[in-house]
């Protein structure tokens, strides 16, 4: 009798999975499309949904298991209360809620549960009259969470197995609103927020999406006789038997095969809602030295043994270990090499011999494919346009980061990494330079990374047209014994877009975000005229400069802060110089080069720390091989203020990227230890990963990528303002 009560409640999670994974896999063989390149490819990938199942059906023998503990517990505390005599609803109540308590508190043992009930209630507490209140009382919060999850899992599973007994409305009302609640979290959990919240959100919906699918198969198979009589024939038990056959087979072959198409498994990994967390669960059960990776099911530890070594890892410069498992051990020399290979390309061609002003516009989030002048279908920047027509403009310059706070802090010190260097407005102010700061909304953030600098007076906290009006003015008064640097922060491309009038595209994100960059280009045209006009073009270098791009819809992404892909990543960079030829300059260039860059145009010697290399040779149509470049991001749910790196429960997701010069580029995800390798010439929307048709040649970039992921972690010194954004006060979006 147990054994059978046992088998269908493993039934029930086969059921629960199999209804979440057809829903999946017509999802994704839709919305999947040109990644798939074989037919092949398509079963493969079906084929790994398996592992759906098989965790659904472990998943309903646990849940069977806890609810025949919890059913005796329950019973032996009502007999304690009743002391044998009768049982009344006042007893079962007690008795419930005391038996939730105690699979609570077990449950907030586990660190994964706890982990996951902190995020939520850190989560919560950035709600409005919440703010800062909740994680005073962690510990009560977490209880009482858990409890009534444990509590509303039940009352589903009680609703769901006396289905049977309720009137044909009613059973059909329950079940309809069981399906919809899994057409809904579905649909947050695939479109909403996509690569964000991953521990707090999305695991929620997949367990809500679990539950709601458990009580479904559950009512069905308490409601109908048929279905009854169906499970307990003997037919029925050799059909079972037989897809049993067939899942340890498929199970099998996912084993072995997983880690073999690298694109199949980062497609799993990141575009899965279902499937990933099921992959993650195994993962964790056969993590067995608890280090956050496992060796199975290509789970990135090469040694299970010892939780010292994964990718997680800080590497150890010469201790004989690949401390990170990538890259190999990481030698004094190797580094020291990398480093002069860069400082010997600081100034490859001699500087400009006039000291140039200048005047830096750092756009927020701005894609290059949406600027005009790049060859966008709308005339979104035609004032842009007149500037990169007598400029050099860098059609393939990329971001480092795709956040603001770690593209900012690399980009200002011309490293790939928070050196601990000067800023290049240090070094211009150091060298004489005036440098006026126009920060707009975002002070507390340009404060940390533009050095040297005064605000200028009654700048902070302006839209674009006033800061242009006080720029215009403030140059006007600029005196002419000592160059300038005027820096300028435009904050309108960064979400939430706002609508303008007189550059109405239309009402969908992309046609609000095209929006604000044509009202940021119309207002700076307003500075390029009077900048004609004062005759200030003839001695004054201007810069313009995304920190990072923004995704709008590409892989499900409405935003950046996530991915290393072009849509986050691809950035504008035109340098106006004067008495320079215009160029389009193809080569592939970093937001690090910057610093080093406007240093050598205007004759400054830059710090010899400095990682960037001069383009001044590429802007004079020179012969100049460009280094690949390289990138680092940082994923990690915006935390609270004041909130430790210790308290904090969910764990850091990194992702890292080299772009050759010959257009190829590999992306590594250390947490899902994946790689995607793309030819940017040909498929500039990243769509077709070439990592196992191109194997030799992505081992080699894989090498590289692996040097520099080892020479950032020994070299980023432990007080990286690029951190301060996870930990500090400060409340900026990124």
Avoid at 21 to 37: A, H, K, M, R
Avoid at 48 to 73: E, K, P
Avoid at 495 to 521: Q, W
């Amino acid at each position: 009798m147990l054994l059978m009560s046992l088998i269908r409640y493993a039934g029930a999670g086969f059921a629960a999975a199999l209804i979440l994974t057809l829903i999946e896999l017509v999802d994704l063989n839709i919305g999947l499309t040109p990644v798939f390149s074989t037919s092949g490819e398509r079963l493969t990938f079906a084929i790994y949904f398996s592992l759906n199942l098989i965790v659904g059906a472990i998943i309903g023998l646990m849940i069977g298991i806890l609810a025949r503990i919890t059913s005796f517990l329950t019973r032996a505390v009502e007999r304690a209360l009743t002391r044998g005599g009768e049982v009344k609803t006042v007893h079962k109540l007690i008795a419930g809620l005391f038996i939730s308590a105690i699979v609570a508190v077990a449950v907030n043992l586990q660190p994964q549960a706890h982990s996951y009930v902190t995020g939520l209630i850190i989560e919560a507490q950035k709600l409005p009259y919440l703010y800062g209140r909740l994680l005073k009382y962690d510990t009560l919060l977490s209880f009482l969470i858990v409890t009534g999850l444990f509590i509303s899992c039940w009352l589903v599973w009680r609703a769901s197995r006396a289905a049977g007994q309720m009137t044909p409305l009613l059973r059909n009302a329950w079940m309809l609103f069981l399906i919809a609640v899994i057409a809904i979290a579905y649909y947050i959990d695939s479109r909403i927020e996509v690569q964000l919240y991953e521990y707090t959100l999305h695991r929620s919906m997949f367990l809500l999406c679990m539950a709601a699918a458990l009580g479904l198969a559950a009512s069905v198979y308490s409601s109908s006789s048929r279905v009854r009589r169906m499970f307990a024939s003997k037919s029925f038990s050799r059909v079972a038997v037989t897809v049993a056959v067939g899942l340890a087979g498929a199970a099998v072959f996912t084993f072995y095969h997983f880690g073999n198409n690298q694109n199949l498994k980062s497609q799993l990994l990141s575009r899965t809602t279902q499937a990933k967390q099921h992959f993650r669960l195994i993962h964790w059960v056969m993590d067995f030295d608890r280090d956050g990776y496992s060796p199975y099911l290509s789970g990135g530890d090469a040694d299970d043994t010892r939780a010292d070594i994964n990718p997680e890892q800080t590497e150890i410069v010469g201790d004989g270990i690949d401390n990170n498992q990538i890259g190999g051990d990481l030698s004094q020399e190797a580094m020291a090499q990398w480093h002069n290979s860069r400082r010997m390309l600081h100034a490859p061609t001699p500087p400009a011999s006039q000291r140039f002003n200048i005047v830096y516009i750092f756009l927020d989030a701005c894609r290059a494919d949406h600027m005009s002048a790049y060859g966008y279908e709308r005339n979104t920047t035609p004032n842009f346009d007149k500037l990169a027509a007598r400029s050099a403009l860098f059609e393939n310059a990329f971001s480092p980061s795709s956040n603001t706070f770690e593209s900012a802090a690399r980009f200002m010190k011309s490293s790939y990494w928070d050196a601990s260097v000067q800023t290049w407005t240090e070094a211009l102010a150091r060298n004489g330079y005036q440098i006026t700061l126009f920060p707009e909304k975002r002070l507390p953030m340009l404060r940390r990374y533009v050095k040297g600098m005064q605000v200028a007076p009654g700048s902070a906290g302006k839209e674009i047209k006033e800061t242009i009006d006080i720029a215009i003015e403030t140059l006007g008064k600029a005196p002419t014994d000592r160059p300038f640097c005027t820096y300028i922060y435009a904050v309108e491309p960064h979400r939430p877009y706002a609508p303008h009038e007189e550059f109405n595209f239309g009402s969908s994100v992309t046609d609000l975000y095209d929006g604000e960059i044509a009202y940021t280009d119309f207002h700076f045209g307003r500075l390029f005229d009077w900048l004609e006009q004062n005759g200030r073009m003839k001695d004054t270098m201007i810069v313009v400069m995304a920190d990072h791009a923004e995704s709008l819809g590409e892989r499900g992404v409405y935003r950046h802060s996530s991915e290393l892909f072009n849509d986050q990543t691809h950035i504008p960079m035109i340098f106006y110089v004067p008495g320079q030829s215009a160029r389009r300059v193809t080569d592939y260039v970093s937001s690090v080069d910057l610093g080093t860059t406007i240093l050598n145009t205007v004759g400054i010697q830059c710090p010899e720390q400095y990682a960037g290399v001069s383009l001044l040779a590429l802007m004079r149509g020179e012969a100049f091989t460009h280094p690949p470049i390289f990138g680092e991001q940082t994923l990690r749910e915006k935390e609270f203020p004041n909130l430790r790196s210790d308290q904090y429960p969910q764990p850091i997701n990194k992702k890292y990227m080299i772009i050759t010069q010959d257009g190829f580029k590999l992306m590594y995800n250390r947490n899902m230890s994946t790689f995607q390798l793309f030819d940017l010439k040909s498929d500039p929307k990243e769509q077709h990963n070439l990592y196992d048709q191109m194997s030799h040649f992505a081992m080699t970039l894989q090498d590289q990528l692996g040097e520099f992921i080892d020479i950032v972690t020994a070299s980023r010194p432990a007080n990286a303002d690029e951190a301060k954004y996870l930990f500090g006060e400060e409340d900026d979006s990124d």
